[in-house]
């Protein structure tokens, strides 16, 4: 009988962040994450490149860990290219061994949200994972 295999995705160093009252320190993300490997979590959410300093040194080396240690950020914005985009830079330059890409898929959120196209939208997701690809993520 074939088994299949469950990954475990843990957003808790980017969500849990969120949350009032929660201010997650850089030691703290570290030992979250040793935490949550030791635990067997298959890929670890731990944060945003670029988005605050403790993010961004969070992902500036590596750490001991089994987990892939997954990015979260946006495709490419609208209008720009892959390298023009600061936020989407960060993410291809963050030493992590995955991507999580936020992008939206309704049409309205395309139009009033972006304010683009729904070609031009589905170009920044080709283009951002294609990049994402390309980096080995």
């Known amino acids: 009988m074939a088994r299949e295999r469950l990954y475990l995705f843990d957003t ?3 969500d849990g962040a969120q949350t009032n009252g929660v201010d997650f320190t850089l030691t703290d993300k570290l030992t979250i994450a040793g935490m949550l490997d030791e635990l067997g979590v298959d890929y670890i959410e731990a944060g945003y490149p670029g988005a605050n300093p403790i993010d961004t040194s969070f992902f500036c080396e590596r750490r001991p860990i089994h987990a892939r240690v997954t990015a979260f950020g946006m495709t490419r914005r609208p209008g720009r290219s892959v390298s023009n985009d600061p936020g989407l830079v960060a993410l291809l330059d963050a030493q992590a061994d995955a991507i999580c890409f936020v992008a939206k898929s309704w049409d309205y959120h395309v139009r009033i ?4 196209t729904e070609d031009e939208n589905l170009a920044s997701i080709r283009d951002s ?3 994402a690809k390309t980096k080995g993520r």
């Open 12 to 14: 808790t160093l980017r």
């Open 113 to 116: 949200a972006l304010e683009t």
């Open 129 to 131: 994972v294609r990049a």
